[in-house]
């Protein structure tokens, strides 16, 4: 992508953090949190969800267009879900445990604390609860960061079901606690928002109180331009996206302002009555137009070679107008800018712009389908046509692969927030907030590892962000030399995980048994990787340390390197002293694992010094 000059076009960025807490309980019932398999499931049911007026008789108009299509819901329990996922029963009152980690990421970040905790509704009805609202509550406003960025709020709120595929979800994920936290618009360039969430990550993690893993951690990324507008983008897994989702959508929009000034320019205008065309493709070679009950065209009068006209990679105006026509249930639609094509012929095409009076500066739009889905989607095309004359819709997007997005529904407004009565608030007295205990940020163990245990920034980074960094420390208090408790615990896991070992097989308790028994010398360090892959396979301690060669004594292990030695002899002779870092090899491998590699190395050079004199 062309490099872009941030400033002069004014961007401004703010960033939604969701992090599930790691927390015995979900936030609002008793049952674990602990996500399951489909094939676990011992139930289902299905629902249907409407959207509900505010408390001022208003619809929230997100909510209003999820129910252009009326979708049947279907919902997977489990022996570990339980009727509150379900809204068959009340909830409970808000998990203490996930306040008390809420409170702490406030504390850390000098926010604010809210008195009195109420907890609301957000009306959600796209399936992903079963109540047709999501429960959320402030638990404190107004801190910042390092780096002067401002966190607004803080929230706590419910998990959002899983979505298994489009209106199919697992209830599992359901109520799982989830904290917000929200920047103000104070980021103006793509690397600003990745290292802000960068930061908020490493506060989130220096808990230890926070789940890991793939879909535990989502970014909205909040963006705006110069004579652009506000753009929210949902559902940023991976941090090394987030810099490439702020630039291609500053492209985008970037692009369709000066799709808007060439359309100013020629005049253009939007055919706000659609055609029937079905029967001039009652034989067409395209099967969709073929066997679509209505076709209908409309007219985009001097749009012609816009609506192709990429705005971001992968992504055209026509792409769209045609998320706008997917919210009625069509699978997309067809535009002149890329006809013919699809098994649509020139001569057809020829026809279209006759039948509506085009000509090759148009665009002309076709959607097929039931008669019901083409005259909704072809209301949504028009709608997004229009808007391209006017402005940037203020939208909420979803990210697509490699960074560019799609549209999902308007920005939610005011009208989807309402109190929830079914649960208490809850307040914290300035004693308890002051008794919070604080934990190490993962920056400060970072150095601490450095300069304590003298080891390398990077490979402090490793263990300070691992799982395993409090069994590490507790192998240390233990005795252990700091350096073979990191290989152990960081160097030699991350090198087998390569090779395809199943790491996570292997349990604190396990390495550090190894690393005890090399302290009493029944194996050598070296040995390190062979009785992990060992415990990896599921053989236990014992087991494994029996499998190495018996102890080698000195007179045993001169021995072995004279007999290896005799046998390489000439290697020996054309190396020289070179030749002990090929040898030490076949030597460890000869007394697997049973001798320490500074006393294998040792008596290599003294046996190949001897056969040099």
């Not at 929230?155 to 917000?180: K, M, T, V, W």
């Not at 300035?430 to 450095?450: C, F, G, N, Q, V």
Request: aromatic residues 4%; contains cysteine.
């Amino acid at each position: 992508m062309t490099d872009m000059d941030y400033s002069a076009l004014g961007l401004v960025a703010g960033i939604e953090i969701h992090q599930q807490l790691n927390t015995k309980e979900k936030l609002f019932c008793r049952c674990p949190t602990t996500i399951r398999e489909t094939s676990e499931s011992s139930a289902e049911f299905f629902r249907y969800l409407r959207a509900t007026k505010s408390e001022l008789g208003e619809l929230d108009r997100a909510a209003e267009e999820e129910m252009m299509q009326k979708r049947r819901f279907r919902y997977l329990q489990y022996d570990t879900t339980c009727l509150v996922e379900n809204d068959d029963e009340p909830p409970t009152p808000l998990n203490r445990e996930a306040l008390d980690i809420v409170w702490t990421i406030a504390k850390l970040t000098g926010m604010a604390r809210v008195p009195e905790i109420h907890t609301m509704r957000k009306l959600v009805i796209d399936g992903s609860n079963t109540s047709g609202f999501q429960r959320t509550a402030l638990v404190a406003v107004q801190g910042s960061l390092p780096t002067g960025a401002i966190i607004e709020t803080l929230c706590l709120e419910e998990e959002a079901a899983q979505r298994i595929e489009d209106a199919f979800f697992s209830l599992d994920r359901l109520g799982i606690p989830l904290i917000e936290i929200t920047t103000a618009p104070c980021l103006h360039t793509p690397e600003d928002v990745q290292e802000t969430a960068a930061l908020i990550g490493m506060y989130l993690r220096s808990t230890g109180r926070v789940k890991r893993g793939i879909g535990t951690i989502r970014q909205d990324v909040n963006i705006s331009i110069r004579e652009g507008t506000r753009v929210e983008i949902k559902g940023v897994q991976e941090l090394s996206l987030i810099a490439e989702v702020v630039r291609r959508e500053v492209l985008r929009q970037v692009s369709l302002l000066e799709i808007r000034e060439e359309l100013k320019r020629r005049g253009a205008l939007v055919e706000t009555n659609p055609v029937d065309v079905t029967e001039l493709f009652r034989n067409s070679e395209s099967k969709i137009l073929k066997k679509a009950k209505k076709v209908l065209a409309i007219r985009l009068k001097e749009f012609g070679g816009l609506v192709g006209r990429e705005i971001q990679p992968g992504r055209r105006l026509g792409s769209e107008m045609s998320d706008y026509a997917k919210k009625c249930g069509v699978g997309g639609l067809f535009h002149t800018d890329e006809l013919p094509a699809y098994g649509v012929s020139e001569k057809e095409v020829a026809a279209l712009k006759q039948a509506v009076a085009a000509t090759d500066n148009d665009c002309v739009v076709l959607v097929a389908d039931t008669p019901q889905k083409c005259t909704c989607a072809m209301a949504q095309i028009i709608r997004r046509a229009l808007l391209a004359l006017e402005e940037i819709p203020k939208e909420t997007r979803k990210m697509l692969e490699e960074g560019s997005t799609a549209y999902m529904r308007p920005l939610p407004g005011a009208a989807r927030m309402y109190p929830e009565t079914d649960v208490l608030p809850v307040r914290i007295t300035s004693e308890e907030w002051d008794a919070l205990p604080l934990p190490e940020l993962l920056t400060d163990k970072i150095e601490r590892y450095m300069r304590d245990y003298g080891l390398a920034r990077e490979v402090g980074k490793q263990l300070a962000y691992s799982d395993r960094a409090c069994a590490f420390e507790e192998a240390v208090a233990a005795g252990i030399k700091p350096s073979i408790a990191e290989r152990a615990f960081n160097s030699t896991l991350r090198e087998l995980s390569r090779d395809g070992v199943m790491i996570d097989c292997i349990s604190n308790t396990a390495i550090l048994g190894v690393l005890l028994a090399i302290q009493s010398g029944k194996a050598s360090k070296e040995a390190i990787p062979a009785l992990l892959t060992a415990l990896a396979d599921g053989k236990n301690l014992d087991e494994t340390l029996n499998s190495l060669a018996p102890a080698v004594s000195a007179s045993d292990l001169t021995a072995i390197v004279d007999a290896i030695i005799k046998e390489k002899i000439e290697f020996v002779r054309e190396r020289g002293a070179a030749a002990a870092g090929p040898l030490m090899g076949v030597v460890m491998k000869e007394v697997r694992g049973s001798v320490d590699g500074k006393a294998v190395s040792q008596a290599l050079q003294a046996a190949i010094a001897e056969v040099l004199k």
